[in-house]
């Protein structure tokens, strides 16, 4: 079975074909950082707009470079939620156009779901049962993963997400845009411990997460040392280094403890905070040290792609499941509430 896969839940365009028998064919994505990079985030309308400009070009570029056509597809999986509602009309209508054109069945997609199940994309992939720590933009969350669609909810993030909390920061700091990134890359020139941010949360037995107090707690130790420091550049590297420092501990301490509630030895990490390379270590040394298996998907498939959208539908797609032609988008959905894949 030969899937189409399209996602648009923000801001990339991302498309694929993935094959059951042969993997990962063909995959593309564009990213609008340069688009939103003057508003210093995402505007939603330009992102939709954009997406529109996108899709057609790269589906037929793809195809193209696969050596097909719209008849050797058999499905079409298009990101349903959650995301931006604007965003996600757009994948939809044209995804589920393309199938009623091509006269496929058409699957929407769960796009936490796709981050979850980026890690099969590898050659080498968990086995169920696993722990998942999603950590993407708008979501931190711990997931007991036993079967496709099979998800209980152990902690979520009651505030701000890791992302948005790593994005909100560089703000402050005035990192620029995209911040995350920046943010991390100048934590790799930082000082570790010349300040120590709180891990909040950790001091209580449930595996929900906080972070929004930390971007105060930088913001006001950046305000008290800025006007007694001789070189702010190193300033904003070292409150960089122990802001990152508190994420990773904290993520850390919440996924040791899921680990020893559910008994589960593998741990998945996926989402585009989890491409990030203290994240990665940490958790690998505490895999080891515990006798577990650490798994991601490679950098590539960490953020928003269409890859990880066309193995969800397939999945669900080779179970049989499909929309009808009334297609729906839900920009907020919970996905405990997806239905099992036998």
Request: with cysteine; hydrophobic share 45%; proline share 5%.
């Amino acid at each position: 079975m030969l899937v189409l896969g399209i996602e648009t839940s923000c801001d990339e365009t991302g498309v694929a074909i993935y094959s059951g028998g042969g993997g990962l064919l063909e995959h593309a994505v564009y990213s609008q950082i340069a688009l939103h990079a003057e508003y210093g985030g995402v505007v939603p309308e330009l992102a939709s707009r954009d997406h529109v400009r996108k899709l057609v070009p790269m589906v037929r570029q793809m195809l193209a470079d696969a050596g097909l056509n719209g008849e050797r597809i058999d499905g079409v999986a298009y990101t349903a939620g959650p995301g931006l509602a604007g965003a996600l009309l757009v994948g939809a209508a044209f995804g589920r156009s393309l199938a009623w054109g091509w006269g496929v069945p058409a699957v929407g997609v769960h796009h936490m779901e796709g981050h979850l199940l980026a890690p099969m994309l590898e050659s080498e992939r968990p086995v169920f049962p696993f722990v998942a720590l999603l950590v993407s933009g708008g979501h931190t969350q711990l997931v007991l993963v036993e079967g496709v669609g099979r998800y209980r909810l152990l902690g979520e993030s009651v505030d701000d997400a890791a992302g948005e909390a790593f994005d909100k920061t560089a703000k402050l700091l005035q990192l620029g845009y995209p911040g995350g990134p920046v943010l991390a890359r100048l934590a790799e020139q930082g000082e570790p411990g010349r300040f120590r941010f709180p891990r909040p949360m950790t001091d209580r037995p449930e595996l929900d997460f906080s972070f929004s107090g930390l971007k105060t707690f930088a913001l006001t130790t950046w305000q008290r040392e800025a006007a007694l420091a001789q070189d702010l550049d190193r300033l904003k590297a070292d409150i960089c280094r122990a802001f990152e420092d508190a994420v990773v501990d904290t993520l850390l301490i919440k996924c040791r403890r899921a680990l020893e509630q559910t008994g589960a030895t593998s741990l998945v990490l996926a989402g585009g905070v989890s491409a990030n390379r203290r994240l990665r270590e940490a958790v690998e040394l505490m895999m080891d040290r515990q006798g577990g298996r650490a798994f991601y998907p490679r950098p590539e498939f960490c953020t928003d792609n269409g890859a990880m959208i066309a193995y969800a539908g397939w999945q669900r797609l080779k179970a049989g499941q499909h929309e009808a032609l009334a297609f729906d988008i839900r920009p907020r959905w919970d996905m405990t509430t997806l239905e099992p894949v036998a």
